[in-house]
């Protein structure tokens, strides 16, 4: 789903970035669109490091962590790193020290949020960090696989029409239009991975986790230490440099920024450990080949990301994900070359 949305966003967001190059060269771009490392990897080939992207998953697993430790999630900082919805909470730092050890010692409090339920406490142990939730597809893929086949629809079929049946409120006189979008907000965000929750036997999500304040939080700071120079530390997509060695320079990754008025600067950290090195480099390749193909318009091309894809077995599935999804979606019509 992430490869055909990059593949039809990618397309859109490059001929933005080469518009504010031409138009607003000393402009800074926000990018809120998903998939959120890989749309900005294409913008930044335009706009260099004057786009940035933004998520909220990686501010909402610290801020649980924090939680589960008893610390207050404003005062403490993340050692977290990855690619977008592929990254590892690697420590927690409050009053200068690393919580996470404790944490992870401690199974009763391990379990008490919302990763700890749905990726088990034995098996947070043994990585000896806290994933990303979107990873409880790669640890868990035929649990999660056999969740979504047998769930009564897809999750884009239950947002498709979820709002558009929000936009038929709308069309009324008179209607409650905050209270409504509230409405709808909640609902969506209730039922956010809940296939996977309920392959894990995860009740339902905390009422913290169903608060407003994920990406426009993150959008807000980003500008105030841009905009006023005041400093801050925000996790961010931004491109790599010299932070992942396993990486080239321009490949857009997820980590703790320094942001000041000259933009977004990403801060030093250890190197991943092998299993984890793995899945990025594998995924980075899978980026790089659905920008290779929104700009070729190759099908061939699209195919090859799918294929390489980890939770894509089969170069024939890969290709007939390609025939379907073009069938879907007339904004996949340009993949019309060899």
């Given amino acids: 789903g992430g490869i055909a949305y990059g593949l039809r966003t990618v397309p859109v967001a490059v001929d933005i970035a080469r518009r504010v190059a031409r138009l607003a060269p000393d402009a800074w ?15 930044s080939r335009h706009l260099g490091d004057r786009v940035i992207g933004i998520c909220d998953s ?15 999630p404003d005062k403490a900082s993340a050692d977290y790193v990855g690619l977008n919805h592929l990254g590892w909470l690697r420590g927690l730092r409050v009053a200068g020290r690393d919580e996470l050890p404790r944490l992870l010692a401690d199974t009763e409090a391990l379990g008490s949020f919302e990763e700890g339920r ?23 893929n035929r649990e999660a696989v056999r969740a979504y086949q047998e769930a009564e629809r897809t999750r884009g ?51 913290s986790d169903l608060e407003s304040g994920g990406y426009e939080k993150v959008a807000l700071a980003l500008m105030r230490a841009i905009a006023r120079d005041e400093r801050a530390t925000l996790i961010l997509n931004v491109r790599n440099r010299t932070t992942l060695r396993v990486l080239d320079e321009d490949a857009v990754i997820e980590v703790p920024c320094l942001v000041d008025a000259n933009g977004a600067h990403p801060l030093a950290v250890s190197p991943l450990p ?57 904004g996949l019509a340009y993949l019309n070359r060899p």
């Fill in 157 to 207: 079929a239950f947002l498709r029409d979820q709002q558009a049946r929000f936009y038929d409120e709308m069309e009324r006189p008179g209607a409650p239009a905050l209270a409504a979008w509230d409405r709808t907000r909640a609902e969506r965000e209730a039922t956010y991975m809940a296939a996977n929750r309920e392959t894990a036997g995860v009740g339902e999500r905390d009422a």
């Fill in 118 to 140: 749905l990726f088990g406490t034995e098996w947070l142990q043994s990585l000896g960090a806290i994933p990303n939730e979107y990873l409880h597809y790669y640890y868990f």
């Fill in 274 to 330: 092998h299993h984890a090195t793995g899945l990025v480099c594998g995924v980075k390749a899978v980026e790089r080949e659905v920008l290779a193909a929104a700009e070729s318009g190759s099908r061939a091309t699209a195919a090859k990301a799918f294929a390489l894809h980890p939770l894509v077995d089969s170069v024939g599935v890969a290709r007939r994900l390609v025939d379907g999804y073009t069938r879907a979606h007339p």
């Fill in 58 to 72: 990686p501010v909402g697993l610290g801020r649980r962590v924090a939680r589960a430790l008893g610390a207050d």
């Fill in 29 to 43: 771009v926000i990018n809120f669109t998903n998939p959120a490392g890989l749309v900005t990897e294409a913008m």
